[in-house]
C-alpha cells in the first residue's frame, strides 16, 4: 500500500501542473472534443435543408479545414477539489512539494484553496512541512488560508442548502407521483434499502418498482422531520440521516449519501427503516421470526 501511494505521490506532480494550467473541464464540454481517452464518437443531427455542413472548405484553396473544437472552459474550483482529494491521500511529506508546486502556478491563494478542503489534521501537518522547506511564505499562506476559510465556509452552507432542497423536492416527487422528478434525482449507480429484507434494488430494478407504485397525483409521502447532513472535505460528496413520518407506518428513520454528479447533488444511496423502541425488541424480533417460518 506505501509503495502504491508513493508511486502515486510522484506521478502527481504532472498533474499538479495540468490541473493549474489548465483548471477542470466545466460542465458542457465534448470530452471527445477535449481529447479525452476514450471518447466515443458522438452522431450529430442529420442534415436537413440549409443544415450547416460540419466540414468547412476554404473557398480560395478549396481544400478542407478541420472543424473548430469547442473552448474547454478552466475551472479552478473544480482544480482545487480533485488536488485535495488526491493530497488527502498522501503523507505530509508528500503531497507539501505538491501544494508548494501548484502555488508556484496559481499564487499562495490558490494553494490554500487545497489546503482548506484537507482534513485539519492533515492541514497542520502540511503547514508544517511548508515551514521547513519555504519559511519564507508561510505568513502568506496562512493569511490566504484564512481567506480561503471563510469563503468555503460560505461555500460549504451553500452546497448544504442545495443538498437538503434536493433531498426535500426527492420526497415531495414521491408524495406527487412524479416519477421523473423522483427518479432523475438520483445517481445513475443509486441503490436503494426498503424496509422490507427483500427491498435491496439498484437504479434498474427500482425504477421498475417506482413504475409500478407511481400514478400522477399518487406515489407515497414520507415526511422528513429532523434531518442532521455532513459534506465530504471535498465538497463532492454527502451523508445523513432523518426522521420520517408515515401515516401508515408511523417514525421511520432515512440515511442515505448524495453526491455531486454533473455539478448537481444526486441521491447515490438510502435506505429506510423501522425504528424499533428498545422496550419491545425482543417481542418484534419474535414477531419476525414467526412470519419467515
Same mark, same amino acid.
Given at each position: 500500500m506505501e509503495q502504491r501511494v508513493t508511486a502515486t505521490a510522484s506521478g502527481l506532480l504532472g498533474?499538479?501542473?495540468? *490541473? !493549474?494550467?489548465?483548471?477542470?473541464? =466545466? /460542465?458542457? &464540454?465534448?470530452p471527445q472534443a477535449a481529447g479525452g481517452a476514450g471518447a466515443e464518437p458522438r452522431s450529430g443531427p442529420a442534415q436537413g435543408p440549409g443544415a450547416a455542413d460540419p466540414t468547412l472548405v476554404d473557398p480560395v484553396a478549396g481544400a478542407e479545414a478541420a472543424p473548430q473544437s469547442p473552448e474547454v472552459t478552466p475551472? /479552478?474550483?473544480?482544480? $482545487?477539489?480533485?488536488?485535495?482529494?488526491?493530497i488527502g491521500l498522501l503523507k505530509e511529506a508528500e503531497g507539501a512539494p505538491l501544494i508548494a508546486a501548484y502555488a508556484e502556478s496559481n499564487g499562495v491563494d490558490g494553494a490554500a484553496e487545497i489546503l482548506v478542503r484537507l482534513d485539519p489534521e492533515l492541514r497542520s501537518k502540511l503547514i508544517r512541512e511548508l515551514q521547513k522547506s519555504h519559511p519564507d511564505d &508561510?505568513? @502568506?499562506?496562512?493569511?490566504?488560508? $484564512?481567506t480561503a476559510? +471563510? @469563503? +468555503?465556509a460560505l461555500s460549504a452552507e451553500q452546497l448544504r442548502e442545495e443538498a437538503n432542497r434536493v433531498i426535500d423536492d426527492w420526497h415531495t416527487a414521491a408524495a406527487r407521483g412524479d416519477r421523473?422528478?423522483?427518479?432523475?434525482?438520483?445517481? /445513475?449507480?443509486?441503490?436503494?434499502?426498503?424496509?422490507? !429484507?427483500?427491498?435491496?434494488w439498484d437504479l434498474e430494478q427500482f425504477t421498475s418498482y417506482v413504475n409500478e407504485h407511481f400514478e400522477p397525483?399518487?406515489? %407515497?409521502?414520507?415526511?422528513? $422531520?429532523?434531518?442532521? *447532513?455532513? *459534506?465530504?472535505? !471535498?465538497?463532492?460528496?454527502? %451523508?445523513?440521516? @432523518?426522521?420520517?413520518a408515515s401515516e401508515s407506518y408511523g417514525e421511520l428513520r432515512g440515511t442515505g449519501v448524495l @453526491?455531486? &454528479?454533473? =455539478?448537481? %447533488?444526486?441521491?447515490?444511496?438510502?435506505s429506510m427503516t423501522f425504528t424499533v423502541p428498545n422496550d419491545v425488541a425482543a417481542d418484534v424480533v419474535d414477531a419476525v421470526s414467526r412470519s419467515s417460518q
Open positions: 498533474s499538479v501542473l495540468v *490541473l !493549474s494550467l489548465t483548471g477542470c473541464m =466545466g /460542465p458542457g &464540454v465534448d475551472d /479552478p474550483q473544480a482544480a $482545487a477539489r480533485q488536488m485535495a482529494e488526491m &508561510v505568513a @502568506e499562506y496562512m493569511e490566504a488560508l $484564512a476559510a +471563510a @469563503e +468555503a421523473d422528478g423522483y427518479l432523475g434525482s438520483m445517481a /445513475p449507480d443509486a441503490r436503494f434499502l426498503g424496509t422490507d !429484507s427483500t427491498e435491496r397525483g399518487s406515489g %407515497w409521502t414520507f415526511l422528513p $422531520a429532523e434531518r442532521v *447532513l455532513q *459534506l465530504s472535505a !471535498s465538497g463532492n460528496s454527502a %451523508w445523513f440521516d @432523518e426522521r420520517l @453526491e455531486r &454528479v454533473g =455539478g448537481a %447533488w444526486k441521491v447515490a444511496h438510502y
